[in-house]
């Protein structure tokens, strides 16, 4: 099946400076790639996503690129504010897509006043 | 709203109680799932459906067992609780799945503490 590998596991920012988190699939059959913002005590919420025909989408500060040669895809967070401080999953679809999402184990983003 | 609803928010029972968490869906999606997940930790998948009578088991074993009788509601039910299953359960839906796969909407999950 599926395996996401996400790194690192914990990531702390200067407020203003930029978040880089990095996740790695196994199936090259994979298509779909969400992430996740799950803040303390809440529900997780879809942040960005991006399919395989892209290379890179951008939302405002945040940004996800694909290299899906390499079979990795990263999420960007430029100009961090202290709400960016959450728990950030990555995803992607199990080849065959039954399943459903195959997620990494979380990055705790803390941003640091 | 269209929206995920689960109940109870918060439940703490003793060792060997049957419990149900519930979990109802307004947004009309046909698939829907299960996550365990300590707070602030990896989300383990347990059980989902496609539909209507179907269910699967996820990539975490576990005790608990599922119904999909109407396609708005999803109940999850462990028929002897132990501590073990202190944990959150999250409830899931989404609009399609297979390669043509949808944004994952979750509820705000199911709390659950055994002693």
């Known amino acids: 099946g599926e395996n996401v590998e996400q790194h690192p596991s914990t990531l702390s920012v200067q407020e203003g400076d930029s978040a880089v988190i990095k996740c790695t699939y196994s199936?090259?059959?994979?298509?779909?790639f969400p992430w996740y913002k799950q803040e303390l005590g809440k529900r997780p919420q879809l942040i960005i996503d991006i399919r395989s025909n892209v290379g890179e989408k951008k939302d405002q500060r945040i940004a996800v690129t694909l290299n899906k040669t390499a079979k990795h895809f990263s999420l960007h967070i430029t100009e961090t504010q202290p709400e960016d401080s959450a728990v950030y999953f990555c995803?992607?679809?199990?080849?065959?897509?039954?399943?459903?999402?195959?997620f990494g184990k979380g990055t705790h983003l803390i941003i640091q006043p | 709203e269209a929206d995920i609803y689960q109940t109870p928010r918060y439940l703490v029972i003793g060792t060997g109680k049957k419990i149900t968490l519930e979990c109802s869906q307004t947004?009309?999606?046909?698939?829907m799932y299960w996550y365990q997940q300590d707070p602030g930790m990896e989300l383990h998948l347990i059980h989902y459906s496609y539909g209507v009578n179907s269910t699967e088991k996820g990539d975490l074993s576990s005790e608990s067992t599922v119904s999909r009788i109407r396609t708005e509601h999803f109940p999850l039910t462990l028929e002897s609780a132990r501590p073990s299953h202190t944990s959150q359960y999250l409830c899931?839906?989404?609009?399609?799945?297979?390669?043509?796969?949808?944004?994952?909407?979750f509820g705000e999950g199911s709390r659950l503490t055994v002693l």
């Open positions: 199936d090259s059959a994979s298509n779909y």
């Open positions: 995803a992607a679809i199990y080849g065959g897509g039954a399943d459903g999402l195959t």
């Open positions: 947004m009309g999606h046909d698939k």
């Open positions: 899931a839906s989404s609009e399609f799945g297979g390669y043509s796969a949808g944004e994952l909407f």
